[in-house]
């Protein structure tokens, strides 16, 4: 009995850079797969990955926004939301 699961092929267009620099790629295959899942696991919650707040999310971000801040982390250089109301030491 096979503990494989089953694989399902998926195509994707690519321009003729992308095609190019992908041929350099030793597997493709797991690069694209890799690069995806990083993409998947680590896209913004708010958009869920598209970029784009729909004019329902722009209303509830204003109103988050308006408690809230963006900053640079002094010791890491990362930006993230800071609470006015009770702001986090670094997680470092």
């Given at each position: 009995m096979s503990?494989?699961k089953k694989?399902?092929?998926?195509?994707?267009k690519?321009?003729?850079?992308l095609?190019?620099?992908?041929?350099?790629?030793?597997n493709?295959?797991?690069?694209?797969?890799?690069?995806?899942?990083?993409?998947?696991e680590?896209g913004?919650?708010?958009?869920q990955?598209?970029g784009i707040?729909?004019?329902?999310?722009?209303k509830h971000?204003?109103?988050?926004?308006?408690s809230?801040s963006?900053?640079?982390?002094?010791?890491?250089?990362?930006?993230h939301l800071?609470?006015e109301a009770?702001?986090?030491?670094?997680?470092?």
């Open positions: 503990t494989h694989q399902t092929i998926i195509t994707f690519a321009d003729a850079a095609a190019e620099a992908l041929q350099t790629v030793p493709r295959s797991e690069f694209i797969r890799s690069a995806i899942l990083t993409a998947l680590n913004c919650p708010l958009c990955g598209t707040l729909t004019p329902e999310q722009q971000w204003a109103r988050f926004i308006a809230h963006l900053e640079k982390c002094t010791e890491c250089q990362a930006v800071v609470c009770a702001p986090e030491p670094h997680g470092h």
